[in-house]
Protein backbone atom coordinates (compact mmCIF):
# COMPACT_ATOMS: atom_id res chain seq x y z
CA UNK A 1 0.00 0.00 0.00
CA UNK A 2 1.16 3.63 -0.97
CA UNK A 3 1.95 5.90 2.15
CA UNK A 4 -0.77 8.55 1.77
CA UNK A 5 0.03 12.44 2.71
CA UNK A 6 -1.52 15.32 3.27
CA UNK A 7 -0.81 17.80 0.92
CA UNK A 8 -0.61 20.99 3.25
CA UNK A 9 2.70 19.57 4.67
CA UNK A 10 5.40 21.51 4.18
CA UNK A 11 9.13 20.98 3.53
CA UNK A 12 11.76 22.96 3.10
CA UNK A 13 15.00 21.70 1.56
CA UNK A 14 18.45 24.19 2.12
CA UNK A 15 21.61 24.17 0.38
CA UNK A 16 23.75 23.36 -3.02
CA UNK A 17 22.22 23.72 -6.65
CA UNK A 18 24.12 23.26 -9.03
CA UNK A 19 24.96 21.66 -12.59
CA UNK A 20 26.59 18.21 -12.57
CA UNK A 21 29.03 18.45 -15.54
CA UNK A 22 28.90 14.88 -16.78
CA UNK A 23 30.80 13.43 -20.03
CA UNK A 24 27.13 13.24 -21.57
CA UNK A 25 26.67 17.19 -20.67
CA UNK A 26 25.45 19.04 -17.94
CA UNK A 27 22.41 18.34 -15.46
CA UNK A 28 21.16 20.11 -12.93
CA UNK A 29 21.93 18.79 -9.58
CA UNK A 30 22.91 19.26 -5.91
CA UNK A 31 21.15 16.65 -3.18
CA UNK A 32 18.87 19.57 -1.75
CA UNK A 33 17.38 20.88 -5.23
CA UNK A 34 16.65 16.61 -6.00
CA UNK A 35 15.28 16.22 -2.75
CA UNK A 36 12.95 19.10 -3.48
CA UNK A 37 11.77 18.13 -6.89
CA UNK A 38 11.22 14.36 -5.74
CA UNK A 39 9.17 15.99 -2.60
CA UNK A 40 7.35 18.38 -5.12
CA UNK A 41 6.92 15.83 -7.94
CA UNK A 42 4.61 13.50 -4.94
CA UNK A 43 2.57 16.27 -4.50
CA UNK A 44 4.41 17.73 -1.10
CA UNK A 45 4.35 21.94 -0.77
CA UNK A 46 8.02 22.34 -1.58
CA UNK A 47 10.56 25.15 -1.06
CA UNK A 48 14.02 24.90 -1.73
CA UNK A 49 16.10 27.62 0.06
CA UNK A 50 19.88 28.48 -2.15
CA UNK A 51 21.89 30.60 -3.91
CA UNK A 52 23.11 30.68 -7.49
CA UNK A 53 24.86 33.66 -9.47
CA UNK A 54 23.88 35.86 -11.79
CA UNK A 55 24.97 34.58 -14.98
CA UNK A 56 23.71 32.28 -17.60
CA UNK A 57 24.01 28.88 -15.70
CA UNK A 58 21.99 30.67 -13.08
CA UNK A 59 19.33 31.43 -15.24
CA UNK A 60 19.40 28.26 -17.10
CA UNK A 61 19.17 26.67 -13.39
CA UNK A 62 16.23 28.75 -12.34
CA UNK A 63 14.33 28.24 -15.58
CA UNK A 64 14.92 24.53 -15.18
CA UNK A 65 13.19 24.41 -11.67
CA UNK A 66 10.75 26.76 -12.71
CA UNK A 67 10.04 24.46 -15.66
CA UNK A 68 9.17 21.14 -12.76
CA UNK A 69 6.64 23.79 -11.27
CA UNK A 70 8.65 24.65 -7.95
CA UNK A 71 8.85 28.06 -6.86
CA UNK A 72 12.64 29.48 -6.87
CA UNK A 73 11.05 32.34 -4.62
CA UNK A 74 13.68 31.40 -2.35
CA UNK A 75 16.75 30.86 -4.17
CA UNK A 76 18.76 33.83 -3.84
CA UNK A 77 20.56 35.94 -6.51
CA UNK A 78 24.00 36.57 -5.96
CA UNK A 79 26.82 38.97 -8.14
CA UNK A 80 29.84 37.66 -6.30
CA UNK A 81 30.00 34.33 -7.06
CA UNK A 82 29.28 31.91 -10.14
CA UNK A 83 26.40 29.23 -10.10
CA UNK A 84 27.93 26.59 -8.79
CA UNK A 85 29.29 23.33 -10.70
CA UNK A 86 30.46 19.69 -10.02
CA UNK A 87 32.53 17.57 -12.13
CA UNK A 88 31.13 14.33 -12.01
CA UNK A 89 32.82 10.77 -13.33
CA UNK A 90 30.71 7.62 -13.50
CA UNK A 91 32.99 4.86 -13.55
CA UNK A 92 30.87 2.66 -14.60
CA UNK A 93 27.02 3.42 -13.85
CA UNK A 94 27.37 2.03 -10.50
CA UNK A 95 30.33 4.35 -8.48
CA UNK A 96 30.56 8.46 -8.93
CA UNK A 97 33.10 10.49 -8.12
CA UNK A 98 32.47 14.45 -7.77
CA UNK A 99 34.95 17.45 -8.00
CA UNK A 100 33.12 20.35 -6.40
CA UNK A 101 33.88 23.74 -7.56
CA UNK A 102 34.77 25.92 -4.58
CA UNK A 103 33.61 29.19 -3.17
CA UNK A 104 30.38 29.29 -5.78
CA UNK A 105 27.24 30.89 -5.39
CA UNK A 106 25.51 28.19 -2.80
CA UNK A 107 28.87 29.26 -0.30
CA UNK A 108 27.13 32.59 0.50
CA UNK A 109 23.27 32.08 1.27
CA UNK A 110 22.19 34.42 3.29
CA UNK A 111 19.29 34.36 6.32
CA UNK A 112 16.75 37.09 6.98
CA UNK A 113 14.09 36.88 9.73
CA UNK A 114 11.48 35.63 6.49
CA UNK A 115 13.29 32.83 6.14
CA UNK A 116 13.54 32.05 9.44
CA UNK A 117 9.85 32.10 9.72
CA UNK A 118 9.39 30.57 7.00
CA UNK A 119 11.19 27.51 8.08
CA UNK A 120 9.60 27.68 11.71
CA UNK A 121 6.37 26.80 9.90
CA UNK A 122 7.50 24.22 7.85
CA UNK A 123 6.93 20.55 9.06
CA UNK A 124 10.41 19.63 8.13
CA UNK A 125 13.85 21.27 6.93
CA UNK A 126 15.96 19.12 4.83
CA UNK A 127 19.58 19.67 5.19
CA UNK A 128 23.08 18.52 4.37
CA UNK A 129 26.58 18.72 5.27
CA UNK A 130 28.12 20.16 2.13
CA UNK A 131 26.20 23.49 2.33
CA UNK A 132 28.31 23.80 5.69
CA UNK A 133 31.40 23.58 4.06
CA UNK A 134 32.06 27.13 3.68
CA UNK A 135 31.12 29.97 6.88
CA UNK A 136 28.24 32.33 5.55
CA UNK A 137 26.10 29.74 4.55
CA UNK A 138 27.16 27.51 7.59
CA UNK A 139 26.40 30.08 9.81
CA UNK A 140 22.67 30.71 7.65
CA UNK A 141 22.05 26.69 8.54
CA UNK A 142 23.00 26.46 12.20
CA UNK A 143 20.66 29.43 12.37
CA UNK A 144 17.61 28.13 10.46
CA UNK A 145 18.02 24.99 12.55
CA UNK A 146 17.15 26.35 15.61
CA UNK A 147 14.12 27.60 14.16
CA UNK A 148 13.01 24.02 12.69
CA UNK A 149 10.52 21.78 14.07
CA UNK A 150 11.65 18.08 12.23
CA UNK A 151 15.11 18.23 11.47
CA UNK A 152 16.07 15.92 8.51
CA UNK A 153 19.90 15.63 7.99
CA UNK A 154 21.37 13.87 4.86
CA UNK A 155 24.81 13.30 5.55
CA UNK A 156 25.82 13.44 2.71
CA UNK A 157 29.93 13.39 3.21
CA UNK A 158 31.98 14.76 0.05
CA UNK A 159 35.88 14.89 1.04
CA UNK A 160 37.46 17.25 1.53
CA UNK A 161 34.55 19.78 2.06
CA UNK A 162 33.47 18.48 5.74
CA UNK A 163 35.02 18.12 9.01
CA UNK A 164 34.22 15.98 12.25
CA UNK A 165 33.39 18.41 14.26
CA UNK A 166 30.98 19.68 11.68
CA UNK A 167 29.15 17.00 11.08
CA UNK A 168 29.06 15.71 14.75
CA UNK A 169 27.07 19.41 15.36
CA UNK A 170 24.49 19.14 12.78
CA UNK A 171 24.18 15.51 14.35
CA UNK A 172 23.21 17.13 17.17
CA UNK A 173 20.50 19.19 15.75
CA UNK A 174 19.05 16.29 13.69
CA UNK A 175 15.94 13.97 14.35
CA UNK A 176 16.57 11.92 11.34
CA UNK A 177 19.46 11.19 9.53
CA UNK A 178 20.06 9.26 6.45
CA UNK A 179 23.37 8.14 5.44
CA UNK A 180 25.00 5.41 3.25
CA UNK A 181 27.23 2.61 4.33
CA UNK A 182 30.81 4.22 3.98
CA UNK A 183 29.36 7.32 5.39
CA UNK A 184 28.06 5.19 8.65
CA UNK A 185 31.37 3.36 8.77
CA UNK A 186 33.39 6.83 9.02
CA UNK A 187 30.76 8.30 11.46
CA UNK A 188 30.55 5.14 13.97
CA UNK A 189 34.89 5.24 13.34
CA UNK A 190 35.22 8.83 14.49
CA UNK A 191 33.35 7.44 18.09
CA UNK A 192 35.31 4.34 18.69
CA UNK A 193 31.77 2.64 17.99
CA UNK A 194 30.90 -0.80 15.82
CA UNK A 195 29.80 -0.45 12.36
CA UNK A 196 27.55 -3.11 11.70
CA UNK A 197 24.22 -1.75 10.82
CA UNK A 198 22.26 -3.76 13.62
CA UNK A 199 23.76 -2.06 16.16
CA UNK A 200 25.17 1.37 14.78
CA UNK A 201 21.70 2.70 13.78
CA UNK A 202 20.85 2.30 17.51
CA UNK A 203 24.03 3.86 19.13
CA UNK A 204 23.70 6.94 16.36
CA UNK A 205 19.92 7.22 17.48
CA UNK A 206 20.68 7.03 21.28
CA UNK A 207 23.85 9.09 20.85
CA UNK A 208 22.55 11.86 19.69
CA UNK A 209 18.48 11.80 20.55
CA UNK A 210 17.58 10.55 17.12
CA UNK A 211 13.82 9.76 16.00
CA UNK A 212 15.09 7.90 13.19
CA UNK A 213 18.44 6.75 11.41
CA UNK A 214 18.60 4.90 8.11
CA UNK A 215 21.77 3.54 6.27
CA UNK A 216 20.96 2.84 2.46
CA UNK A 217 22.65 -0.21 0.75
CA UNK A 218 22.32 0.67 -3.06
CA UNK A 219 21.30 -3.00 -4.53
CA UNK A 220 20.65 -3.88 -0.98
CA UNK A 221 18.38 -1.96 -0.11
CA UNK A 222 17.99 0.36 3.23
CA UNK A 223 17.69 -0.44 7.16
CA UNK A 224 16.20 1.74 9.50
CA UNK A 225 16.34 2.29 13.25
CA UNK A 226 12.83 3.74 14.62
CA UNK A 227 10.64 3.41 17.41
CA UNK A 228 13.03 0.84 19.44
CA UNK A 229 13.27 -1.43 16.50
CA UNK A 230 14.87 -1.57 13.27
CA UNK A 231 13.24 -2.20 9.88
CA UNK A 232 14.95 -4.07 6.82
CA UNK A 233 13.93 -3.48 3.17
CA UNK A 234 15.62 -5.36 0.26
CA UNK A 235 16.81 -3.63 -2.95
CA UNK A 236 14.81 -3.97 -6.53
CA UNK A 237 16.21 -5.26 -9.36
CA UNK A 238 16.46 -2.82 -11.98
CA UNK A 239 18.60 -2.38 -14.90
CA UNK A 240 20.59 0.75 -13.85
CA UNK A 241 21.97 4.05 -15.89
CA UNK A 242 23.89 5.77 -13.41
CA UNK A 243 22.97 6.02 -9.48
CA UNK A 244 23.05 9.83 -9.88
CA UNK A 245 20.28 11.38 -7.27
CA UNK A 246 18.83 8.00 -6.19
CA UNK A 247 19.72 8.48 -2.40
CA UNK A 248 17.82 11.99 -2.99
CA UNK A 249 15.39 10.34 -4.45
CA UNK A 250 14.96 7.54 -1.69
CA UNK A 251 15.03 10.04 1.30
CA UNK A 252 12.16 12.47 -0.46
CA UNK A 253 9.86 9.35 0.09
CA UNK A 254 11.23 8.56 3.22
CA UNK A 255 10.09 11.62 4.49
CA UNK A 256 6.89 11.78 2.48
CA UNK A 257 5.55 8.63 4.13
CA UNK A 258 7.18 9.92 7.83
CA UNK A 259 5.36 12.94 7.21
CA UNK A 260 1.84 10.94 6.45
CA UNK A 261 2.68 8.67 9.39
CA UNK A 262 2.63 5.36 7.80
CA UNK A 263 4.45 2.51 9.17
CA UNK A 264 8.12 1.90 8.31
CA UNK A 265 6.70 -1.81 6.81
CA UNK A 266 4.79 0.72 4.11
CA UNK A 267 7.33 3.52 3.50
CA UNK A 268 10.57 1.90 3.59
CA UNK A 269 9.93 -0.25 0.67
CA UNK A 270 8.56 2.86 -1.25
CA UNK A 271 11.67 4.30 -0.34
CA UNK A 272 14.10 1.85 -1.73
CA UNK A 273 11.38 1.30 -4.97
CA UNK A 274 11.57 5.13 -5.50
CA UNK A 275 15.73 5.29 -5.03
CA UNK A 276 15.83 2.32 -7.73
CA UNK A 277 13.36 3.59 -10.45
CA UNK A 278 15.73 6.77 -10.18
CA UNK A 279 18.81 4.66 -11.23
CA UNK A 280 17.14 2.90 -14.31
CA UNK A 281 17.49 6.73 -15.83
CA UNK A 282 20.02 8.61 -16.24
CA UNK A 283 20.30 12.49 -14.21
CA UNK A 284 18.96 12.52 -10.98
CA UNK A 285 15.38 13.83 -11.25
CA UNK A 286 13.79 12.01 -13.73
CA UNK A 287 9.99 12.25 -14.11
CA UNK A 288 8.88 9.43 -11.20
CA UNK A 289 5.47 9.06 -10.78
CA UNK A 290 3.66 7.19 -7.67
CA UNK A 291 2.46 4.53 -10.50
CA UNK A 292 5.59 4.10 -11.75
CA UNK A 293 7.04 3.11 -7.81
CA UNK A 294 3.44 1.10 -7.38
CA UNK A 295 4.68 -1.00 -10.65
CA UNK A 296 7.82 -1.70 -9.64
CA UNK A 297 6.60 -2.66 -6.14
CA UNK A 298 4.26 -5.11 -7.33
CA UNK A 299 6.67 -6.60 -9.64
CA UNK A 300 8.86 -7.39 -7.74
CA UNK A 301 6.86 -9.00 -4.96
Known amino acids: MLPEFHAAHQVIC????????????????????????????????????????????????LAFVEAKGLSTACVQRGHSHLTGVVKANVQDGHEVTYKI???????????????????????????????????????????????????????????????????????????????????LAEVMGWFGAGTAEETALQWLAER????????????????LWTGGRLYHSPGFAVTVQDTIGSGDAFLAALLRGW????PPTDYLPFACATGSLVATFRGATPPISEHMVRELTLASR
Request: charged letters at 20%.
Open 14 to 61: FGEMLWDVLPTGKQPGGAPLNVALHLHNFGLATTLISRVGTDDLGAEL
Open 101 to 183: VAPVAWDYIQYDDPLGRLVEAADAFVFGSLAARGTATRETLYRLLQRARLKVFDVNLRAPHYTRDVVTYLLQQADLVKLNEAE
Open 208 to 223: FGLQAACVTKGAAGAT
Open 259 to 262: LAGQ
